[in-house]
């Protein structure tokens, strides 16, 4: 039986290898964080005949399109149009009130923030040109542009910078509201109708702004400096405590970013014009358009259909990408990481040698890396390796033990019974894991089935078809572990804030708790690191999740467009102005 389930196993693996080479992942998906996680855990190039044993190295580097000459006649057409593939969006075009995260993405071409961030996680200046920090660290002066001016001319100024923090303290406002969280001084009490205005912000003149914070919190300077909103146009209606009007202003957005809206088709297509009003000035090319119609990124690549798509980052992938000719390629790791999370309040796995045991005895290499053809690398701290915070300085890379998994399960009084499966005090070692359908949570279950009867643990998997199922399973804490993957991270609190007292059930650590109010407390980047550091050690020893992997892509885009900048944290916003059809 045993030889039969292994040869079952390598056959399901050929499969979804050959599944996962024939599909690609969604284009340009960039999902807010405040979506919900996802339950998928989303140059010189070496010789093609290499096979997948060396898939880490087929695209360390960027690789230039080896043949423009194979670009398709519908693609070499557009002189002053650029496409890019997106999930069709809901039409809440109007920043801080989208209702899914794709039209974060449109948001992302019609707005730029107050504070922008580089490819690491950074602070850079958007709008606002410059920014003081008391020494306090509660104070935040922005010194905003020369010349900002919204989409229809108007201009902007401070005034919408304090209507926005304004409005977003509003008792209405019921979307997830970083900048509530900040805590600016007198913020509450306008909440509560206590105050007419928020005592903490003060306009010093037309360009210059101050906010005053009730306490510490490395975050605010991004998130203070995200995008703003027009006064006179988007204020024009507002009265306290009523914002239902907000919602008839979404499809006609005033905007300060480097495209206007020109129309909006649903399922079809968002079509953007140049902002000849940009402060970094008019975009390179005229028209940009995100194309909404349902159909397979592969197709639209060939075809000329769209100009951009994001693959994982498969042997067979790229190979297939490089055989077209015509597409500059570029490998990209996001900003997230998957995880398996533990039920905390089960007892057997409050015991944090059982966890250990559990991830020495999993082939995370073959399930997350070799069964992906290289598309993803192993996580072991939470912390994207693109980050600032990354390290792997005294982190245990738990690498598959079966040996050590064992003796830690016998160190924790777990004996092997007469069928195999470990048992104590009459209770039997079962696993009962949740995760999605899909090719990759099969190879999961297939291999994790494998490993754990080895070192005598019963898993015994469930699957679920969308995630608000699997996530009430969760919920119901009918479970011991479940796949999941964060959303993106672009700060390292947003990667530990999980696990602070309360947030994770069953894990209480008063250290880390005061680790993360220290992380917070200093917006010096090397003090942090040195703080997120001590937490990881200790987060990666402990294991209140199973920690998994990192997803790799490689984003395809026609070689015909120059000025495109990679920014996993950004998406193509970022650098979309620069595009340029040569």
């Not at 960039?30 to 997948?52: K, L």
């Not at 995100?290 to 197709?299: C, L």
């Not at 069953?506 to 090397?526: C, F, H, K, M, W």
Request: hydrophobic letters at 35%.
């Amino acid at each position: 039986m045993k030889k039969q389930r292994y040869i079952a196993f390598i056959l399901l693996l050929l499969l979804s290898i050959v599944m996962t080479a024939c599909s690609s992942d969604s284009s340009n998906h960039e999902p807010e964080s405040q979506s919900p996680p996802s339950s998928n855990n989303p140059e010189s190039s070496s010789d093609p005949s290499s096979g997948p044993e060396a898939d880490s190295s087929l695209l360390q580097e960027p690789l230039a399109a080896i043949d423009l000459s194979k670009i398709p006649d519908r693609a070499s057409q557009r002189t002053d149009t650029i496409i890019v593939s997106l999930v069709n969006p809901s039409g809440a075009f109007t920043p801080y009130f989208t209702q899914v995260g794709y039209d974060g993405n449109v948001n992302s071409v019609l707005y730029t923030p107050l504070v922008r961030l580089d490819p690491n996680g950074l602070p850079i200046p958007g709008l606002a040109e410059r920014w003081e920090i008391s020494d306090d660290e509660l104070t935040y002066t922005f010194f905003l542009r020369d010349g900002l001016k919204y989409s229809d001319g108007s201009p902007m100024t401070t005034a919408d910078v304090e209507f926005t923090w304004t409005l977003l303290h509003d008792p209405a406002y019921d979307g997830i509201n970083n900048v509530v969280e900040t805590r600016i001084k007198g913020g509450q009490a306008y909440k509560e109708g206590k105050a007419d205005s928020i005592e903490g912000i003060q306009v010093i003149n037309e360009r210059t702004i101050s906010v005053t914070l009730e306490e510490t919190n490395a975050t605010a300077l991004t998130v203070l400096g995200g995008q703003i909103l027009s006064k006179e146009y988007y204020g024009k209606d507002y009265e306290f405590g009523n914002l239902d009007y907000i919602k008839n202003l979404h499809a006609t957005p005033i905007t300060n970013g480097p495209y206007k809206l020109e129309r909006f088709i649903p399922g079809q297509e968002v079509r953007f014009v140049a902002n000849e009003h940009y402060i970094f000035g008019k975009p390179k090319t005229e028209y940009f358009i995100y194309k909404t119609t349902e159909g397979d990124t592969w197709q639209f690549i060939e075809t000329g259909e769209v100009d951009y798509g994001s693959f994982s980052a498969t042997a067979d992938n790229i190979e297939k990408l490089k055989g077209l000719g015509f597409l500059d390629l570029i490998p990209s790791t996001a900003s997230n990481y998957g995880y398996n999370q533990f039920n905390l309040e089960r007892e057997h796995l409050q015991d944090k040698r059982v966890r250990q045991a559990l991830t020495y005895g999993l082939d995370r290499q073959l399930i997350y890396v070799d069964s992906r053809q290289g598309a993803g690398s192993i996580a072991n701290i939470p912390s994207s390796p693109i980050l600032w915070s990354y390290t792997e300085e005294d982190i245990n890379p738990y690498p598959y033990d079966p040996e050590k998994a064992k003796q830690l399960l016998d160190e924790a009084g777990w004996t092997v019974g007469a069928d195999g499966i470990r048992e104590k005090d009459g209770k039997k070692l079962q696993i009962n894991y949740l995760g999605s359908k899909s090719a990759n949570t099969d190879i999961f279950i297939a291999i994790a089935t494998e490993n754990y009867r080895e070192i005598g643990v019963d898993f015994i998997p469930e699957q679920f078809p969308d995630f608000n199922t699997l996530s009430a399973k969760v919920s119901s804490g009918d479970y011991d572990m479940a796949s999941f993957s964060t959303t993106i991270i672009s700060d390292p609190s947003q990667g530990v804030f999980r696990f602070i007292k309360g947030e994770t059930k069953g894990y209480d650590n008063p250290r880390i708790d005061e680790l993360y109010v220290q992380s917070l407390a200093t917006s010096d980047v090397e003090e942090r690191k040195k703080i997120y550091h001590e937490m990881f050690k200790i987060l990666n020893d402990e294991l209140p999740v199973m920690f998994t992997s990192y997803t790799k892509s490689v984003i395809a885009i026609n070689g015909r467009i120059d000025g495109f900048e990679l920014n996993p944290l950004a998406g193509i916003g970022h650098s979309l102005p620069n595009w340029e059809l040569q």
